[in-house]
């Protein structure tokens, strides 16, 4: 239980472009989801956090209209990046929360972004 | 300051050879603290979750423990299927549903 798919795995596009990231929680209602940005060797970096139904909780430093984050029902999120320029090459990752009380994310496998 | 501070960064153990890795963090009021297997180029895949101290949980070859400071993840006889890097996170007081990662352990076991 407690599977969490992105989609796509792997995308290229080219600068100044839009790109949609969708998450989905396969076996269970997500009350909580979060986006995750991931560069090589380092930690999770959080971006942003979402509920469904109401607008995402972005990190400091983090462009809200950049990075746009819909959490439409309790099973999907999606993260569009607008206008991608190279800089925003990297591995992002989704995770969903099972429940308000256990906390306990469960993440997808992610996705690598490559701005060309 | 880091909140969550993991130890080694890297470690290299032959297999076999049994080891723990370290998770500290420097306040109070813990609500949760979880530990996590990454695979290069993957999602991290959950593998505990620690509430209080004392407590102690395992897997296979994983056992982790949670003091008041800090929490444990030996490996017990590692094979080279366990090289990954281990994170944890933690979740404090305060109303905050967000856990704090720390930068994690690159894990690399020799055959």
């Known amino acids: 239980g407690a599977v969490v798919s992105q989609h796509p795995s792997w995308v290229i596009c080219k600068s100044g472009t839009s790109v949609k990231i969708e998450c989905r929680s396969l076996d269970f209602q997500a009350t909580t989801m979060f986006w995750y940005r991931q560069f090589p060797k380092q930690s999770l970096m959080l971006m942003a956090t979402?509920?469904?139904?109401?607008?995402?909780?972005?990190e400091q430093g983090v462009e809200k209209d950049k990075f746009l984050i819909n959490h439409a029902s309790l099973t999907l999120s999606t993260l569009t990046v607008t206008s991608a320029h190279p800089e925003d090459s990297s591995f992002y990752i989704c995770s969903a929360q099972t429940s308000v009380s256990s906390y306990e994310q469960y993440f997808g496998p992610g996705t690598r972004l490559t701005v060309t | 300051e880091d909140q969550v501070t993991q130890s080694p960064e890297a470690l290299r153990l032959q297999e076999g050879e049994s080891s723990s890795l370290n998770c500290s963090y420097t306040v109070s009021g813990l609500r949760g603290l979880f530990w996590y297997r990454q695979d290069p180029g993957k999602g991290p895949e959950f593998l505990f979750t620690?509430?209080?101290a004392g407590e102690e949980k395992e897997k296979e070859r994983l056992k982790a423990t949670l003091t008041k400071k800090e929490s444990f993840l030996h490996i017990t006889a590692p094979k080279p299927e366990d090289s990954a890097t281990y994170l944890c996170a933690v979740r404090l007081s305060g109303g905050s549903y967000i856990p704090t990662f720390g930068r994690g352990t690159s894990l690399i076991v020799h055959p």
């Open positions: 979402s509920n469904e139904g109401s607008k995402a909780t972005y």
């Open positions: 620690l509430y209080s």
